[in-house]
Every structure is written in structure tokens, then in C-alpha cells.
């Protein structure tokens, strides 16, 4: 399938390993040039030289935290005007209720929740003004179905879901579609700390807690960086642009529901 974004720009936050480094490589693989980001330079710098010598495109790595001001300041400096926004970030702790105040919260909704809005809030005007523009969240399945564990996560990424459901109807009819992908468990440095946690919390080995998870996945194993970043890249493509507002659900049949 011809994806006609070849030549584009993209913004690709939280990309030097796992899902958003699946995102960056099925984007430059469609010929779009990238500005990729993480805190850690040396990954960073690894993972652009790799993708740019690999698929030719023109990848600028920028070495911030997203999630602080003068992180986004930097990264949306050197980005410009993209014409594709990827927004991702690392996902809060595990935890019980009872561990979580104020402040932990407020770390949350920063990280998974006004970040992403910081960015899009920044970067839309200039792809609506072009008339066209894709921004693609990076949340979680825990937004259709909660992870208990994971409440820091459910709260915030449910608060992202909601700002965008109202404003991709706001800025549709300039072009431009904003739309989630919600992963289930994939195989990235993430879905390895979340099993040491279950390691540690049951006293089983890894292999356990992973044979574990996977038996309530009907797919029966992990997703892979690749098939996320394959569904990022169709919904940032020219074929994707009645596709307004959506939940997707990356999660080889996790969640169980109708619709
Ligand atoms: P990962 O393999 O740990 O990769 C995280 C990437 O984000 C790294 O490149 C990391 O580099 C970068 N990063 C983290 N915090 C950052 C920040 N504040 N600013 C800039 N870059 C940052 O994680 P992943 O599995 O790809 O997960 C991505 C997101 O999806 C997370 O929010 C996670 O909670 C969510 N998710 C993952 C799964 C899963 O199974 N993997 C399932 C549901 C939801 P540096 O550390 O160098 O910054």
C-alpha cells in the first residue's frame, strides 16, 4: 500500500527503544524524516544514525525530557513545523491506592496526560494552517481496561483520552486526524519491568510471570515494536484521514469486549 507520506516531517517523542522507536522506523521506512527524542544521548544518537543509514531519511535525535518545559521547549525548537506528531513518554510506576498522593499524581498527568497536550497545542496550528497533519498518542489498553497496578496510568492516559475525543472533532475539518493507539503487552524494556515487578510481588520467575501473561492473551504472546509502529505509520498515512478520534487497541485480543 502506497502510504503517500514520503518527504513528510515527523516529531517522534520517547523513540530510542521500544514502541516509539517502532513508530520512528516504520515512518522512516515510509520515507518521512524524523526528529526523534529520549533524555539518554548515546541510544539516542545510536538510534538515529541506525534508522537514518538504514531508510535515508534525515533524522535529527534531541536529547530532552519530554515531559519538563524546557525539555519540550528544546525538542519543539528544533522540530519546527512537522507535519506528523507521534507523542509518547515512559509510563508511571506500579503501585497500590493506598501508595499515591498529590504529588504522584501530578508527576502523571504531566508525564501521560498535559504533555501530549503541551505538544499538540503547539503543533497543530501550523498543520492546520497546511491543511493536513496527523497526531498519533501513544497511550495504553489500561484506557479501555484498567490495570489495577497501573491506577497513576489509568487516571491519567483516561484524562488524555477525553481532551482527545473533543478536540479531534475541532480540528478535523482542517485536515488533520488525532487518534490513540492503546498497547497491550508488548516486548520493549517496559513490558520487562512490569514482569520483575510481578516477579517480585509473587515470587515466581520471570519465565512464570510471562507464561502467566500471556495465557490471557488469545494471540498467546507479546506484540513487537514492529507491528505497533506498522499500525502508527497507516494511521499517519494519506489513506487514514477519515479515521477521527479513535481508541485502537494494539493487544493481540486482550481485552475482551464486543466493541
Ligand atoms: P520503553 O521500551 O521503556 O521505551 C521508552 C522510551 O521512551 C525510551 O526511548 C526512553 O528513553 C524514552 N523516554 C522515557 N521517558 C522519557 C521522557 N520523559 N522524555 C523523553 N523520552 C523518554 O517503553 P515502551 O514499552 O516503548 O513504552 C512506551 C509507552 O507505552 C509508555 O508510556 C508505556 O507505559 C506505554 N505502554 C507500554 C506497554 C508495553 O507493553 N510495552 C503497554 C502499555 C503501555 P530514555 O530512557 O533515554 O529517556
Same mark, same amino acid.
Given at each position: 500500500?502506497?502510504?503517500?507520506?514520503?518527504?513528510?516531517?515527523?516529531?517522534?517523542?520517547?523513540?530510542?527503544?521500544?514502541? &516509539? $522507536?517502532?513508530?520512528?522506523? %516504520?515512518? *522512516?521506512?515510509?520515507?518521512?524524516? @524524523? =526528529?526523534? /527524542? +529520549?533524555?539518554?544521548?548515546? !541510544?539516542?544518537?545510536?538510534?538515529?544514525?541506525?534508522?537514518?543509514?538504514?531508510?535515508?531519511?534525515?533524522?535529527?535525535?534531541?536529547?530532552?525530557?519530554?515531559?519538563?518545559?524546557? &525539555? $519540550?521547549?528544546?525538542?519543539? %525548537?528544533? *522540530?519546527?513545523?512537522?507535519?506528523? @506528531? =507521534?507523542? /509518547? +513518554?515512559?509510563?508511571?510506576? !506500579?503501585?497500590?491506592?493506598?501508595?499515591?498522593?498529590?504529588?504522584?499524581?501530578?508527576?502523571?498527568?504531566?508525564?501521560?496526560?498535559?504533555?501530549?497536550?503541551?505538544?499538540?497545542?503547539?503543533?497543530?496550528?501550523?498543520?492546520?494552517?497546511?491543511?493536513?497533519?496527523?497526531?498519533?498518542?501513544?497511550?495504553?489498553?489500561?484506557?479501555?481496561?484498567?490495570?489495577?497496578?497501573?491506577?497513576?496510568?489509568?487516571?491519567?492516559?483516561?484524562?488524555?483520552?477525553?481532551?482527545?475525543?473533543?478536540?479531534?472533532?475541532?480540528?478535523?475539518?482542517?485536515?488533520?486526524?488525532?487518534?490513540?493507539?492503546?498497547?497491550?503487552?508488548?516486548?520493549?524494556?517496559?513490558?520487562?519491568?512490569?514482569?520483575?515487578?510481578?516477579?517480585?510481588?509473587?515470587?515466581?520467575?520471570?519465565?512464570?510471570?510471562?507464561?502467566?501473561?500471556?495465557?490471557?492473551?488469545?494471540?498467546?504472546?507479546?506484540?513487537?515494536?514492529?507491528?505497533?509502529?506498522?499500525?502508527?505509520?497507516?494511521?499517519?498515512?494519506?489513506?487514514?484521514?477519515?479515521?477521527?478520534?479513535?481508541?485502537?487497541?494494539?493487544?493481540?485480543?486482550?481485552?475482551?469486549?464486543?466493541?
Amino acid at each position: 500500500m502506497e502510504t503517500g507520506i514520503a518527504g513528510k516531517r515527523a516529531l517522534v517523542c520517547a523513540s530510542s527503544k521500544g514502541l &516509539g $522507536r517502532g513508530c520512528a522506523e %516504520a515512518l *522512516a521506512a515510509e520515507g518521512v524524516h @524524523l =526528529v526523534m /527524542n +529520549a533524555r539518554t544521548d548515546g !541510544p539516542l544518537q545510536a538510534a538515529a544514525r541506525e534508522i537514518s543509514d538504514k531508510y535515508g531519511v534525515e533524522v535529527t535525535p534531541v536529547a530532552a525530557d519530554i515531559t519538563s518545559e524546557e &525539555g $519540550r521547549a528544546k525538542v519543539l %525548537a528544533a *522540530a519546527g513545523d512537522v507535519d506528523i @506528531l =507521534v507523542t /509518547n +513518554a515512559g509510563g508511571p510506576p !506500579p503501585g497500590m491506592w493506598t501508595d499515591w498522593e498529590r504529588e504522584d499524581f501530578i508527576k502523571a498527568l504531566d508525564a501521560n496526560m498535559l504533555t501530549p497536550i503541551a505538544l499538540m497545542k503547539a503543533l497543530l496550528p501550523a498543520m492546520m494552517q497546511k491543511g493536513w497533519g496527523r497526531v498519533v498518542n501513544i497511550t495504553s489498553q489500561s484506557v479501555k481496561a484498567p490495570i489495577a497496578v497501573l491506577g497513576l496510568s489509568n487516571s491519567a492516559r483516561t484524562g488524555l483520552t477525553g481532551y482527545v475525543a473533543g478536540t479531534s472533532r475541532q480540528v478535523a475539518g482542517s485536515g488533520v486526524t488525532i487518534n490513540n493507539l492503546l498497547p497491550g503487552i508488548h516486548a520493549t524494556d517496559r513490558a520487562v519491568s512490569l514482569d520483575q515487578g510481578v516477579c517480585k510481588a509473587q515470587g515466581i520467575t520471570m519465565e512464570q510471570a510471562q507464561a502467566q501473561r500471556m495465557a490471557g492473551i488469545p494471540a498467546g504472546r507479546y506484540g513487537t515494536p514492529e507491528e505497533f509502529g506498522a499500525a502508527c505509520a497507516f494511521l499517519c498515512s494519506d489513506k487514514a484521514g477519515f479515521i477521527v478520534g479513535q481508541n485502537i487497541l494494539l493487544d493481540g485480543g486482550a481485552v475482551n469486549t464486543t466493541l
